[in-house]
Nanobody, 126 residues
Framework: VQLQACGGGLVQARGYLRLSCAAS????????MGWFRQVTGKEREFVAG????????SYADSVKGRFTISKNNAKNTLYLQINGLKPEDTAVYYC????????????????????WGQGTQVTVSS
C-alpha cells in the first residue's frame, strides 16, 4: 500500500485547506483510514478516522466541528477538509491505513495503523 498526501500550505487563522491522500495497492472501500498530525518534539496524535463505510467517522475533540474526513472510493482518495484553522493546528499531517485486521470502524489508536503517507505541512499564521 502506498499513500501520497498533499494539500498542505501556509494559511491565515480562520482560513481553510483540503488535504488529500491518494492510495494505491488497496481499495479504500475496504480499508480503515485515518489522519494524524505531529508537531516537532511531540507525539503523533489522532485527528480523524473513517471506516469502510463513510458513514462511520471519528474525530479528536480538538477538531470536532472544524475538520471533516471523507473519501472518494472511485478515485481511491482520502480527504481532510479543515475549516476555521487555528495556529495550534500547525503540524505535519499524515494519512494512514489499517490493513492488519477486519475492523470496519474508525480506529483512533496510532499503533493500529500499518501504512503511512509521507506527511504534508500545515502552517497557520495568527
Amino acid at each position: 500500500v502506498q499513500l501520497q498526501a498533499c494539500g498542505g500550505g501556509l494559511v491565515q487563522a480562520r482560513g481553510y485547506l483540503r488535504l488529500s491522500c491518494a492510495a494505491s495497492g488497496r481499495t479504500l472501500n475496504r480499508t480503515v483510514m485515518g489522519w494524524f498530525r505531529q508537531v516537532t518534539g511531540k507525539e503523533r496524535e489522532f485527528v480523524a478516522g473513517i471506516g469502510w463505510n463513510s458513514y462511520f467517522t471519528s474525530y479528536a475533540d480538538s477538531v470536532k466541528g472544524r475538520f471533516t474526513i471523507s473519501k472518494n472510493n472511485a478515485k481511491n482518495t482520502l480527504y481532510l477538509q479543515i475549516n476555521g484553522l487555528k495556529p495550534e493546528d500547525t503540524a505535519v499531517y499524515y494519512c494512514a491505513a489499517e490493513t492488519n485486521s477486519d475492523t470496519r470502524l474508525p480506529i483512533t489508536r496510532r499503533a493500529s495503523y500499518d501504512y503511512w503517507g509521507q506527511g504534508t505541512q500545515v502552517t497557520v499564521s495568527s
